[in-house]
């Protein structure tokens, strides 16, 4: 048995590469945090974590992937996939699921560098984890929320298929802001044309897919 078969577990989309994090991929991750993700005046993460100085940023990015890396489970996992262009790191594509043998629903969450924003490779990174779940895992739903001043997020879902699920109130630097549910089923998903590379899943899928509590 290989205690971390995710090591080897790698989507290609037709620019990008997306592998679970790793400590040297995540020291890399570490400097595109340090060089930007959103203007100053704008905040489209639910927790503010990069307001955090300047000096503990970096440790802080380390530390919060490696804690969520830790802590993987049949019950609930985050899968942390670092994104690469042309080998180097841009951003983080996050898929996770809480008792995912029973619900067969997923969640995602993502950024990228402010430098590479608005080229399309957001929704390419997303649809990645998307094909992954709806035809790997057999996954049924998928979800994501984003803040309704967020039109880059908030335009990735819309392409893909998402619909409006409801909104959720939230403190967002000492004022109320709005969230927007989103919800995708295997149906409503508008696939891209491309087609996603996956290698090494297999390994991976007990865990994954919460057979290993069924069985
Ligand atoms: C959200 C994020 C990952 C999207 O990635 P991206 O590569 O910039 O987005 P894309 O280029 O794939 O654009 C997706 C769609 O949104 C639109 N869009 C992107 N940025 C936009 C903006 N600032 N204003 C209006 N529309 C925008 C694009 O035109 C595109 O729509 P289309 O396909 O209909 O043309 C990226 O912008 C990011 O990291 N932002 C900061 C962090 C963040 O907001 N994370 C999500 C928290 S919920």
Not at 48 to 72: C, F, I, N
Not at 184 to 193: G, K, N, Q, S, V
Not at 198 to 215: D, H, N, S
Request: proline share 6%; glycine share 8%.
């Amino acid at each position: 048995m290989d205690p971390w078969p995710y090591r080897h577990l790698v989507l290609r989309t037709p620019r990008l590469e997306l592998r679970p994090d790793d400590d040297a991929g995540l020291l890399e991750l570490a400097e595109v945090t340090l060089s930007g993700i959103h203007p100053p005046d704008e905040m489209p993460f639910g927790v503010e974590w990069t307001d955090e100085p300047r000096e503990k940023l970096g440790v802080q990015t380390m530390q919060h992937y490696w804690s969520v890396r830790s802590a993987l489970s049949a019950e609930g996992w985050t899968l942390n996939f670092l994104v690469r262009l042309e080998g180097r790191v841009i951003g983080v594509q996050s898929l996770h699921a809480d008792d995912f043998a029973v619900v067969r629903e997923v969640g995602t969450g993502s950024w990228i560098g402010q430098r590479y924003q608005r080229r399309g490779l957001g929704t390419e990174m997303r649809a990645a984890v998307l094909l992954f779940a709806f035809d790997h895992l057999d996954a049924l739903t998928a979800r994501s929320s984003a803040f309704t001043d967020n039109p880059a997020s908030l335009g990735v879902s819309r392409r893909l298929g998402y619909r409006p699920d409801g909104t959720y109130l939230q403190v967002r630097r000492r004022a109320v802001a709005t969230q927007t549910r989103l919800l995708l089923t295997r149906e409503w998903f508008a696939r891209p044309e491309w087609q996603l590379e996956v290698a090494g899943v297999e390994p991976c899928l007990p865990v994954l897919t919460g057979r290993e509590t069924a069985e």
